[in-house]
């Protein structure tokens, strides 16, 4: 189990303000959000193959959009 990570409750309060982040951003700007927000959290990260391994993960687990989801 991660020792870092957000109990339930922070996780939907982040959730939804980083949803809410990437509404303001616009659709023309949400992947260089998506890029920037990405860089801030590996540098609080710290640790680069930490950062390596988590773009991995989020890629595996990427599901493919649905117009029925």
């Given at each position: 189990?991660?020792?870092?990570a957000l109990a ?10 980083c949803a809410r ?37 989020a890629l595996k ?9």
């Amino acid at each position: 189990m991660n020792p870092h990570a957000l109990a339930p409750e922070s996780r939907d309060r982040v959730y939804a303000a980083c949803a809410r982040a990437i509404s303001e951003a616009g659709s023309e700007r949400e992947s260089l959000f998506l890029a920037r927000l990405a860089l801030l959290l590996f540098e609080q990260v710290g640790e680069e193959s930490r950062c390596m391994k988590a773009l991995d993960d989020a890629l595996k687990a990427l599901p493919i959009p649905s117009l029925s989801a």
